[in-house]
């Protein structure tokens, strides 16, 4: 199932949300929307995309909590389910 997961930082500037961005890759999220720089001042200011085999509320939490183990001081992470299908 594919699921985008927006998050927000305490204070983060961009080098905190490239270190979240880099942080999510290695667990196989990428980037959504545009490439350049976050808007910090945002309510959901950043997203990642991702193929999740859990419900996206287990996949939220386990973010908020990675992000907050690296230092990054979220301050929240939502999470939604896309579904397609093909024809």
Do not use: K, N
């Amino acid at each position: 199932m594919h699921a985008l997961f927006r998050f927000s930082l305490s204070g983060a500037g961009p080098s905190g949300y490239r270190d979240a961005f880099a942080i999510l890759a290695r667990a196989g999220f990428r980037r959504a929307g545009s490439p350049g720089p976050v808007d910090a001042r945002a309510i959901f200011p950043a997203a990642v995309l991702g193929e999740v085999g859990r419900s996206p509320e287990d996949v939220t939490r386990v973010i908020f909590a990675v992000l907050a183990e690296a230092g990054l001081r979220p301050v929240a992470v939502s999470g939604s389910v896309s579904i397609t299908s093909r024809r």
